[in-house]
């Protein structure tokens, strides 16, 4: 995510006799960035040789993984104290003996010490005492027992402010049904400065709201001669964050999570050059964690071909990810499903009897043959009213949209 690419060479704040609150909310936020704040909190015990001989060669792994851990938490510490100072915690074995030292030494004990920067936090970023929360560059990031949840809240709220819509009349869905923008449009021409702020803003929100991707990206393709009909659809999106401001993703723990996606398109729905969209949505576990609704770049001349060019990005995607996965110990073994809702899409993938159909296709597409022969993907059909990449392709009615938005793992926060 943003908040760890930022912290990862972090100035450490240096610990000030007069400031040790802000100091202590400082490095919280900077271990939290880390991942290193458990650490802090509950603790880490050295084992004993003997316990240690015991140990599987997976819990000598973890116990690897939380000794780097622990020695990267104690180095940042250490980091921002003066002399004096580090002399009289430079003895401490762990992490958290190091920052109790530290609470005695200022706060008198550590529950005191604890129970203020805990007030001093939630009154910093609005946090709830229910998790451990992290907030950076807008994203909220609230660790739970059950697995982690992000959202955008304060940064929606900032977004309505600015743009003079928190008082907006909320709507269920980010893009009309039924409606069609083109460069012509209705109306007026509005300030390209402003309309461009409105959707950078908007296009920022979708890290954590995929639900908004379909109509952000539709308001993006007009940013240079943006009218009133533009501005309106822009605005409308506005109107259905404020009715949607608690909603985020909310990742579960899961070791053994599979890639999955489901991959889409419409045909023709440009209404300027009647390019289709692709949409496509990868899943590990029950949430959706990367996902896309994009023009195409050619001219599709059936519904089939639309569905195959989408097939096509999403492999790319797909192949992509299972690289990720493979440097971040978590390999796919099994070939990873791509759920298509165009039987004759698949068809033209796994059958070259077809190739008289799909000669005029550019040869750059049909790569995905490749890949499905070496079952490096599976495509599987299902029923379109499973297909969840639809909300990333065209307006959806409020009863669609809403069943597809839980599909993808959004959640009140």
């Not at 009218?227 to 409308?236: P, Q, Y």
Request: with cysteine; hydrophobic share 35%; net charge negative.
């Amino acid at each position: 995510m943003a908040t760890t690419n930022n912290l990862v060479n972090p100035q450490v704040p240096k610990l000030l006799k007069d400031n040790y609150e802000s100091w202590s909310i400082q490095m919280r936020a900077l271990f939290g960035s880390q991942e290193l704040w458990e650490l802090i909190i509950d603790g880490f015990t050295e084992p004993t040789p003997e316990v240690e001989a015991t140990y599987t060669a997976e819990e000598k792994k973890a116990l690897r993984e939380q000794r780097k851990k622990d020695s990267k938490a104690r180095f940042l510490l250490y980091q921002g104290l003066d002399e004096s100072t580090f002399e009289r915690v430079a003895e401490a074995t762990t992490s958290k003996e190091a920052w109790e030292i530290l609470a005695t030494i200022y706060k008198g004990s550590s529950t005191e010490m604890l129970a203020e920067f805990k007030a001093a936090m939630f009154n910093e970023f609005e946090m709830t005492d229910n998790g451990l929360m992290s907030y950076f560059l807008g994203i909220e990031v609230k660790q739970q027992q059950e697995g982690i949840f992000i959202s955008q809240k304060k940064y929606m709220k900032e977004i309505l402010e600015k743009f003079k819509m928190n008082e907006c009349n909320p709507v269920n869905t980010p893009v009309a049904i039924g409606m069609k923008l083109s460069r012509e449009g209705d109306g007026r021409f509005v300030d390209s400065t402003l309309f461009k702020s409105l959707v950078g803003s908007l296009r920022y929100l979708t890290i954590t709201r995929p639900d908004i991707t379909y109509g952000v990206g539709l308001v993006s393709r007009y940013m240079e001669t943006p009218n009133e009909s533009h501005w309106l659809a822009a605005k409308r999106i506005l109107r259905y964050i404020k009715g949607t401001l608690s909603l985020g993703l909310f990742y579960a723990y899961d070791e053994n999570a599979q890639l999955v996606c489901y991959s889409d398109s419409d045909w023709g729905g440009d209404q300027d050059e009647r390019k289709s969209t692709t949409g496509y949505v990868f899943y590990l576990g029950s949430t959706a964690f990367s996902w896309t609704s994009k023009k195409q770049g050619v001219v599709a001349l059936s519904s089939c071909e639309a569905e195959y060019v989408a097939a096509a990005s999403t492999v790319c995607e797909a192949i992509w990810l299972r690289n990720i996965l493979k440097e971040l110990d978590h390999p796919q073994e099994d070939s990873t499903v791509i759920f298509v809702d165009n039987k004759s899409s698949i068809h033209l993938a796994k059958n070259p009897v077809h190739h008289g159909r799909s000669k005029h296709i550019d040869t750059r597409f049909h790569f995905l043959r490749d890949h499905v022969k070496q079952k490096t993907v599976e495509l599987k059909h299902c029923h379109t009213t499973e297909q969840v990449a639809d909300i990333y392709t065209k307006p959806l009615s409020g009863e669609t949209f809403m069943r597809l938005r839980d599909m993808l793992g959004i959640k009140t926060f």
